[in-house]
């Protein structure tokens, strides 16, 4: 009757540990993903100013060619 109850209670502990464990990776994706989702928006921002910087460059690019 002990082999029994001690398997029983080492499987609930296995359990419990895949419980935590899956609670911690939860938790590291979601940051992650903040994360990403910030990075992404700082992306945007600058590929937004890089763009408005390149077109009165180009412009005056393209005007020194016609002289």
């Known amino acids: ?3 029994p109850m001690i ?3 080492l499987g ?3 359990i419990a540990v ?4 899956a609670v911690r990776v939860f938790v590291e994706v ?3 993903a ?8 700082r992306i ?3 590929s937004e100013d890089l763009e408005r910087a390149a077109v009165p460059l180009a412009s ?3 005007e020194a060619g016609r002289d």
């Open 34 to 41: 903040r994360q990403v989702g910030a990075t992404s928006e």
């Open 30 to 32: 979601r940051r992650l």
């Open 44 to 46: 945007q921002r600058a």
């Open 60 to 62: 005056r690019m393209h």
């Open 1 to 3: 009757m002990l082999w």
């Open 12 to 14: 609930f502990a296995g």
């Open 7 to 9: 398997a029983i209670a």
């Open 18 to 21: 895949l419980g935590v464990l």
